[in-house]
């Protein structure tokens, strides 16, 4: 079946550690997108990339780096510089033409300890 | 600031009971999507409104766009336990060069016995 695949589900990190988050589709999708969720909070987003190896910075970029060298992945690294890294996050992709509906994984929860 | 302002942020209901929650945005918006998540989990689907004045209707869910494009609300009939989660507005924003697709702040809704 197709979809995006987060991992890993949960991750426990160390304060001035960098960790990295994974995220794969099999869905043929061009765009991918990263995208934060705190407790009460709606969605943000981190980085977005609709082609290989070209991405942009959403509205919280700072203290998180990402690489889209395949079309089917799109990692998302959380650096020690990321000052309060424990959160929910989503990653997902779409088709770019049109108005296309995004399609989520499952989620990675990250705290830092 | 939030470019996507959602409305309540909470709400709790009896089942049986109908409920409204609405999204509003003060530019134009170019495909409004509504997401149903559960807590912990990815998000799924709803529905995608674009034109002006668009409704659709799955089951016991109805949304609609208004005719200005800048506010649209999700109607709940006859709520059932299965309808609680958390309820996103999400809407494509275009940069110039790409679209991004940012989300409200997110609606919490329980539905009691």
């Known amino acids: 079946d197709g979809g995006i695949t987060q991992s890993p589900k949960y991750l426990f990190r160390k304060e001035g550690q960098n960790v990295t988050l994974s995220c794969e589709q099999n869905l043929n999708h061009d765009a991918m997108y990263w995208y934060r969720q705190d407790p009460g909070q709606g969605l943000r987003l981190i980085y977005y990339s609709q082609i290989v190896n070209d991405f942009q910075k959403g509205d919280i970029a700072e203290g998180y780096s990402v690489s889209r060298e395949k079309k089917e992945s799109f990692p998302l690294t959380v650096t020690s510089a990321q000052k309060n890294p424990t959160a929910f996050y989503l990653c997902a992709s779409r088709f770019v033409s049109g108005a296309n509906v995004l399609t989520f994984g499952a989620g990675s929860r990250l705290t830092v300890l | 600031s939030q470019e996507l302002e959602q409305s309540p942020q909470s709400l709790i209901v009896q089942e049986g009971k109908n409920l409204t929650i609405n999204c509003t945005s003060s530019k134009t918006l170019y495909g409004l999507y509504w997401y149903k998540q559960k807590y912990g989990e990815g998000l799924i689907f709803l529905m995608m409104l674009q034109k002006g004045g668009e409704e659709k209707s799955h089951e016991k869910i109805t949304a609609k766009l208004d005719e200005k494009k800048q506010q649209s609300s999700l109607h709940i009939t006859a709520s059932q336990p299965s309808h609680a989660g958390i309820y996103l507005c999400?809407?494509?924003?275009?940069?110039?060069?790409?679209?991004?697709?940012?989300f409200g702040t997110g609606t919490r809704l329980q539905v009691t016995l």
């Open positions: 999400g809407a494509d924003m275009y940069t110039g060069t790409a679209s991004k697709l940012t």
